[in-house]
């Protein structure tokens, strides 16, 4: 097995689905080891050291790192956690030196590094003499090959899930707190952005409330939108539930006791929706889905969910499953079962041939 290391400023304890991703990936391949930045970042086989300097470019001191750890280490294969800057130090490390690397995309990445020529350039040349290019979706996969992949250089390597125990404390906390008894609970988990559509959530559940009125709207998540989406739903009252950011386990027990799963991210020509594990969480946990066909969603969703366009779209699709229990639970269903093809060890064996036919 090919010894990799993995340059990123996306690990754990940063919050996030990139930073998971990366964490599955390196906990299922032995041989991969993470040289970070992140503030906190600890583990086994993982290298926490600071890259950055007063000049420019801030990320200079990767060009003497990346070498100095492949060579004490044994390394075969680099892989740019970023496209853009680390991207860029392994790039001069492949032309000076010859080293092989790989860069990981996840569909915001690969949309920001075409915002100017410089960068469009750039990324080019970075996905052209990369080895290897590993996507989080066909969507993303696209748009590397418009960027400059090789097509036959790209796979498809997709966020995963595995089984997620909740101890049933927990899930006593959180009803008691935010006294859920008796409470039909609507879920988004997201990042708040502008967007992630969570403005036109909040209208399609005042077009509904007086129908359903034990709804509740649990949004779990941080972010630059909150202060806004806070003041939009003032007039809900206590309909609207902000959590913040939240452990892994409280979420995973507001997943199972939501009644539906809403997300529902708007057209953004750079802030772009990759993939979305939060919709793989939420069918692993047998939750139906409302979504939008934006990016990568439509993959991630599958069969286990509805596709709105509008919060008059939302609040009819939002009654419908409200009023429809065999509706609900026929995408429930169809959810848990497609879950199974993301599950991580799948994946991190699909990764792992993937290591091993650019090894041979």
């Known amino acids: 097995m090919a010894k990799l290391l993995l340059i990123t400023s996306d690990w754990p304890p940063r919050m996030g689905g990139v930073a998971n991703y990366y964490y599955g990936l390196h906990h299922n391949y032995p041989e991969a080891i993470v040289l970070t930045n992140v503030i906190g970042a600890q583990g086994e086989r993982v290298i926490k050291t600071s890259w950055t300097w007063p000049g420019w470019p801030k990320w200079l001191p990767l060009l003497w790192l990346v070498p100095y750890w492949k060579n004490k280490l044994g390394i075969k294969f680099l892989a740019a956690g970023e496209i853009l800057p680390t991207g860029t130090a392994l790039l001069l490390t492949r032309l000076t030196f010859g080293r092989p690397y790989l860069v990981f995309l996840h569909g ?69 707190r935010y006294q859920l008894e008796n409470r039909i609970i609507i879920l988004t988990v997201a990042r708040l952005v502008e967007r992630k559509g969570i403005t036109r959530v909040i209208e399609a559940i005042a077009q509904v409330e007086e129908k359903f009125n034990n709804l509740v709207y649990v949004i779990v998540g941080d972010g630059p939108a909150k202060d806004q989406l806070a003041k939009q739903s003032s007039r809900l009252k206590s309909r609207v539930i902000f959590t913040g950011a939240i452990l892994d386990e409280e979420k995973f027990a507001w997943y199972q006791l939501c009644s539906i799963f809403i997300l529902t991210p708007l057209p953004d020509k750079t802030d772009v929706e990759g993939f979305g594990i939060v919709y793989l969480e939420a069918q692993a946990a047998g939750r139906a889905i409302i979504a939008s066909r934006v990016g990568g969603v439509p993959e991630a969703v599958g069969e286990a969910g509805i596709f709105i366009n509008s919060a008059a779209e939302l609040a009819a699709g939002l009654q419908r499953l409200l009023s429809d229990d065999k509706a609900k639970l026929n995408l429930a269903a169809i959810g848990r079962s497609q879950s199974k093809k993301f599950r991580t060890a799948g994946q991190a064996e699909k990764f792992n041939k993937y290591i091993k036919n650019l090894n041979s």
């Open 108 to 176: 915001l990445d690969i949309q920001l590094a075409q915002c100017n020529f410089w960068k469009r350039f750039l990324s080019r040349q970075i996905l052209k003499r990369s080895a290897g290019v590993i996507a989080n979706s066909n969507f993303t996969a696209q748009l590397a090959v418009a960027a400059g992949a090789r097509a036959g250089s790209v796979e498809v390597i997709y966020p995963s899930v595995s089984p997620q125990t909740v101890r049933p404390e927990v899930i006593v906390d959180i009803k008691q």
